[in-house]
């Protein structure tokens, strides 16, 4: 079993920056494949970026492609998600996801296995 825990969500401005970080627990930390999935009110949950275990291979979302950018460190059991040029659009709970790494790193767009209790990120205008 995997946990994961998101933190680094508040509150900014339009085309303010904001760094959020998860940190996993449980299972082999270097054998999963990490994503981040966000939902906005009244909406379903989307896929907004995964990285492979090794962190070689990336997919993100078409909406966030050029201002987000995913990246892990596995001596830190932890994900992280940097999230520039931030519109009101991407306003919502933002949630660290994770799945053992036997597919390819686009399949993840379906989902994940694993997912923390996420954090909220709101962007005004």
């Known amino acids: 079993q995997v946990q994961l825990e998101e933190s680094g969500g508040g509150l900014v401005q339009a085309g303010d920056s904001l760094r959020l970080s998860c940190a996993a627990s449980?299972?082999?930390?270097?054998?999963?494949?990490l994503g981040w999935f966000r939902q906005g009110s009244g909406k379903e949950r989307e896929f907004v970026a995964a990285t492979s275990w090794s962190g070689g291979k990336t997919h993100y979302a078409d909406s966030v492609k050029g201002r987000f950018s995913i990246s892990r460190d596995n001596s830190k059991k932890s994900v992280y998600l940097q999230m520039n040029s931030l519109k009101p659009e991407d306003t919502a709970i933002y949630y660290c996801?994770?799945?053992?790494?036997?597919?390819?790193?686009?399949?993840?767009?379906?989902?994940?296995?694993?997912y923390g209790k996420g954090t909220l990120v709101t962007v005004s205008s």
């Open positions: 996801a994770a799945e053992v790494d036997t597919s390819s790193v686009r399949d993840y767009i379906y989902g994940m296995d694993y």
């Open positions: 449980g299972g082999k930390f270097d054998m999963l494949a």
